[in-house]
Protein backbone atom coordinates (compact mmCIF):
# COMPACT_ATOMS: atom_id res chain seq x y z
CA UNK A 1 0.00 0.00 0.00
CA UNK A 2 1.70 3.39 -1.10
CA UNK A 3 -0.97 5.45 -1.50
CA UNK A 4 0.70 7.94 -0.09
CA UNK A 5 4.76 8.39 -0.05
CA UNK A 6 7.08 10.69 1.26
CA UNK A 7 10.61 10.51 -0.71
CA UNK A 8 12.70 12.04 2.06
CA UNK A 9 13.27 10.21 5.03
CA UNK A 10 14.82 13.33 5.95
CA UNK A 11 15.56 16.99 6.13
CA UNK A 12 18.04 18.89 7.92
CA UNK A 13 17.32 23.09 7.78
CA UNK A 14 18.95 26.00 9.84
CA UNK A 15 17.05 27.76 12.50
CA UNK A 16 15.34 30.45 10.82
CA UNK A 17 15.51 28.77 7.13
CA UNK A 18 12.11 27.39 5.58
CA UNK A 19 11.87 23.88 5.76
CA UNK A 20 9.55 22.21 2.90
CA UNK A 21 8.37 18.95 3.68
CA UNK A 22 6.59 17.14 0.64
CA UNK A 23 4.16 14.36 -0.09
CA UNK A 24 2.78 12.81 -2.67
CA UNK A 25 -0.36 10.58 -3.55
CA UNK A 26 -1.98 8.49 -5.98
CA UNK A 27 -5.37 8.04 -5.24
CA UNK A 28 -7.30 10.82 -6.89
CA UNK A 29 -10.46 10.16 -4.86
CA UNK A 30 -8.55 11.07 -2.14
CA UNK A 31 -9.85 15.08 -0.95
CA UNK A 32 -8.70 15.43 2.59
CA UNK A 33 -5.17 15.77 3.51
CA UNK A 34 -3.57 16.75 6.63
CA UNK A 35 0.30 17.13 8.39
CA UNK A 36 0.96 15.44 11.78
CA UNK A 37 3.81 15.53 13.82
CA UNK A 38 5.63 13.28 16.09
CA UNK A 39 7.91 13.42 19.00
CA UNK A 40 9.79 10.15 20.28
CA UNK A 41 7.19 8.32 22.75
CA UNK A 42 4.45 10.41 21.74
CA UNK A 43 1.67 9.98 19.24
CA UNK A 44 1.28 11.93 16.35
CA UNK A 45 0.12 15.61 16.75
CA UNK A 46 -2.12 16.77 14.55
CA UNK A 47 -0.68 20.03 12.51
CA UNK A 48 -2.79 21.55 9.95
CA UNK A 49 -5.39 20.19 7.26
CA UNK A 50 -6.48 21.27 3.87
CA UNK A 51 -9.47 19.94 1.71
CA UNK A 52 -9.20 19.58 -2.30
CA UNK A 53 -11.23 22.59 -2.84
CA UNK A 54 -8.37 24.55 -1.60
CA UNK A 55 -4.80 25.07 -2.77
CA UNK A 56 -3.70 26.35 0.66
CA UNK A 57 -3.59 26.60 3.96
CA UNK A 58 -1.81 29.06 6.15
CA UNK A 59 -2.12 28.60 10.56
CA UNK A 60 0.82 30.77 11.64
CA UNK A 61 4.39 29.69 10.80
CA UNK A 62 2.89 26.57 9.17
CA UNK A 63 1.88 26.35 5.54
CA UNK A 64 0.27 23.68 3.41
CA UNK A 65 -0.24 23.62 -0.31
CA UNK A 66 -1.78 21.34 -2.34
CA UNK A 67 -1.47 21.01 -5.98
CA UNK A 68 -4.00 18.37 -7.21
CA UNK A 69 -3.26 17.98 -10.66
CA UNK A 70 -0.07 16.95 -9.67
CA UNK A 71 -1.32 15.11 -6.32
CA UNK A 72 1.36 16.39 -4.24
CA UNK A 73 1.16 18.64 -0.71
CA UNK A 74 3.62 20.48 0.90
CA UNK A 75 4.13 21.86 4.17
CA UNK A 76 6.15 25.22 4.61
CA UNK A 77 7.28 25.80 8.17
CA UNK A 78 8.58 29.36 8.14
CA UNK A 79 10.96 30.28 10.25
CA UNK A 80 11.88 27.05 11.62
CA UNK A 81 13.00 26.43 14.82
CA UNK A 82 14.59 23.66 17.03
CA UNK A 83 11.23 22.73 18.44
CA UNK A 84 10.03 21.80 15.49
CA UNK A 85 12.79 18.61 15.26
CA UNK A 86 10.30 15.78 14.83
CA UNK A 87 8.83 13.54 12.28
CA UNK A 88 6.43 14.77 10.22
CA UNK A 89 3.70 12.63 8.65
CA UNK A 90 1.38 13.59 5.99
CA UNK A 91 -2.23 11.44 5.65
CA UNK A 92 -4.35 11.46 2.65
CA UNK A 93 -8.01 10.22 2.85
CA UNK A 94 -11.47 10.15 0.85
CA UNK A 95 -13.44 10.48 3.76
CA UNK A 96 -12.86 11.91 7.16
CA UNK A 97 -12.74 8.50 8.54
CA UNK A 98 -9.75 6.59 6.77
CA UNK A 99 -6.50 7.79 5.92
CA UNK A 100 -3.69 6.88 4.50
CA UNK A 101 -0.23 7.98 6.42
CA UNK A 102 3.04 8.57 4.33
CA UNK A 103 6.18 7.07 5.53
CA UNK A 104 7.36 9.97 6.84
CA UNK A 105 10.26 13.11 7.28
CA UNK A 106 12.71 13.47 10.16
CA UNK A 107 13.47 16.91 10.47
CA UNK A 108 16.17 18.69 12.50
CA UNK A 109 16.47 22.08 12.91
CA UNK A 110 19.93 22.87 14.10
CA UNK A 111 20.38 25.79 16.15
CA UNK B 1 -5.59 20.15 28.40
CA UNK B 2 -8.01 17.23 27.94
CA UNK B 3 -5.80 13.40 26.46
CA UNK B 4 -6.44 10.40 25.02
CA UNK B 5 -4.89 7.73 27.32
CA UNK B 6 -3.28 4.52 26.61
CA UNK B 7 -2.79 1.61 28.60
CA UNK B 8 -0.81 -0.19 29.29
CA UNK B 9 2.68 1.59 27.69
CA UNK B 10 3.93 -1.55 26.90
CA UNK B 11 2.63 -5.28 26.39
CA UNK B 12 4.81 -8.36 26.13
CA UNK B 13 2.83 -11.55 25.26
CA UNK B 14 3.64 -14.88 23.36
CA UNK B 15 2.39 -15.68 20.35
CA UNK B 16 -1.25 -17.05 20.38
CA UNK B 17 -2.28 -15.45 23.71
CA UNK B 18 -4.86 -12.64 23.68
CA UNK B 19 -3.98 -9.33 23.81
CA UNK B 20 -6.57 -6.03 25.04
CA UNK B 21 -5.69 -2.89 24.58
CA UNK B 22 -7.54 0.20 26.36
CA UNK B 23 -7.69 3.74 25.33
CA UNK B 24 -9.43 6.47 27.12
CA UNK B 25 -10.90 8.91 24.46
CA UNK B 26 -11.51 12.44 25.24
CA UNK B 27 -14.97 12.59 27.17
CA UNK B 28 -17.14 14.50 24.80
CA UNK B 29 -15.91 12.68 21.54
CA UNK B 30 -17.44 10.78 19.45
CA UNK B 31 -15.36 8.92 16.71
CA UNK B 32 -12.53 6.89 17.92
CA UNK B 33 -9.80 5.35 15.92
CA UNK B 34 -7.11 2.49 16.39
CA UNK B 35 -3.66 2.99 14.26
CA UNK B 36 -0.38 0.84 13.99
CA UNK B 37 2.98 1.52 13.74
CA UNK B 38 5.60 -1.47 13.15
CA UNK B 39 9.00 -0.31 13.85
CA UNK B 40 10.60 2.16 10.93
CA UNK B 41 7.26 1.74 9.04
CA UNK B 42 4.58 4.46 8.24
CA UNK B 43 1.55 4.54 10.98
CA UNK B 44 -1.21 2.11 9.51
CA UNK B 45 -5.35 3.00 9.94
CA UNK B 46 -6.84 0.03 11.59
CA UNK B 47 -10.57 0.83 12.44
CA UNK B 48 -12.82 3.74 12.96
CA UNK B 49 -15.73 3.62 15.17
CA UNK B 50 -19.29 5.80 15.68
CA UNK B 51 -22.43 5.00 17.60
CA UNK B 52 -21.11 2.05 18.54
CA UNK B 53 -20.30 0.33 15.27
CA UNK B 54 -17.01 0.24 13.06
CA UNK B 55 -17.54 2.73 10.49
CA UNK B 56 -14.47 1.95 8.65
CA UNK B 57 -11.74 -0.23 8.55
CA UNK B 58 -8.64 -1.54 6.64
CA UNK B 59 -7.46 -4.65 4.91
CA UNK B 60 -5.61 -4.73 8.33
CA UNK B 61 -8.32 -5.36 10.90
CA UNK B 62 -9.04 -9.16 10.21
CA UNK B 63 -10.86 -11.05 12.10
CA UNK B 64 -8.24 -11.20 14.69
CA UNK B 65 -9.14 -8.24 15.80
CA UNK B 66 -12.46 -6.48 17.32
CA UNK B 67 -13.18 -3.25 18.79
CA UNK B 68 -15.34 -2.28 21.63
CA UNK B 69 -16.85 0.23 23.33
CA UNK B 70 -17.83 -1.42 26.71
CA UNK B 71 -18.64 1.22 28.79
CA UNK B 72 -19.13 5.25 28.44
CA UNK B 73 -15.15 5.53 28.78
CA UNK B 74 -13.09 3.21 27.38
CA UNK B 75 -12.65 1.61 23.99
CA UNK B 76 -10.25 -1.30 23.62
CA UNK B 77 -9.03 -3.43 20.77
CA UNK B 78 -8.64 -7.04 20.91
CA UNK B 79 -6.26 -8.91 19.10
CA UNK B 80 -7.42 -12.70 19.45
CA UNK B 81 -4.25 -14.59 18.78
CA UNK B 82 -1.16 -12.66 18.19
CA UNK B 83 1.24 -13.60 15.98
CA UNK B 84 4.61 -11.84 15.73
CA UNK B 85 3.88 -9.45 12.75
CA UNK B 86 1.29 -7.76 15.38
CA UNK B 87 4.21 -6.25 17.01
CA UNK B 88 4.08 -2.69 16.68
CA UNK B 89 3.13 0.74 18.39
CA UNK B 90 -1.11 0.69 18.69
CA UNK B 91 -2.04 4.63 19.07
CA UNK B 92 -5.45 5.21 19.76
CA UNK B 93 -7.32 8.45 18.53
CA UNK B 94 -10.79 10.28 19.33
CA UNK B 95 -11.96 13.32 17.33
CA UNK B 96 -14.89 15.40 18.80
CA UNK B 97 -17.41 14.74 15.54
CA UNK B 98 -16.77 13.52 12.48
CA UNK B 99 -16.02 16.88 10.54
CA UNK B 100 -12.92 17.28 8.79
CA UNK B 101 -11.78 20.70 10.35
CA UNK B 102 -12.35 18.82 13.66
CA UNK B 103 -8.50 17.55 15.23
CA UNK B 104 -7.49 13.74 15.93
CA UNK B 105 -6.43 13.51 19.14
CA UNK B 106 -3.63 10.22 19.54
CA UNK B 107 -2.77 8.88 22.68
CA UNK B 108 0.56 8.48 23.73
CA UNK B 109 0.28 4.42 22.42
CA UNK B 110 0.91 1.08 23.59
CA UNK B 111 3.96 -0.66 22.29
CA UNK B 112 3.02 -4.70 21.90
CA UNK B 113 6.13 -7.23 22.00
CA UNK B 114 4.71 -10.41 20.26
CA UNK B 115 7.37 -12.98 21.34
Known amino acids: DQQVKQNSPSLSVQEGRISILNCDYT??????FLWYKKYPAEGPTFLIS?????DKNEDGRFTVFLNKSAKHLSLHIVPSQPGDSAVYFC??????????FGSGTKLNVKP | EPEVTQTPSHQVTQMGQEVILRCVPI?????FYWYRQILGQKVEFLVS????????KSEIFDDQFSVERPDGSNFTLKIRSTKLEDSAMYFC?????????????FGPGTRLTVL
Open chain 2, 49 to 56: FYNNEISE
Open chain 1, 50 to 54: ISSIK
Open chain 2, 93 to 105: ASRASGGFTDTQY
Open chain 1, 91 to 100: AAGDNFNKFY
Open chain 1, 27 to 32: NSMFDY
Open chain 2, 27 to 31: SNHLY
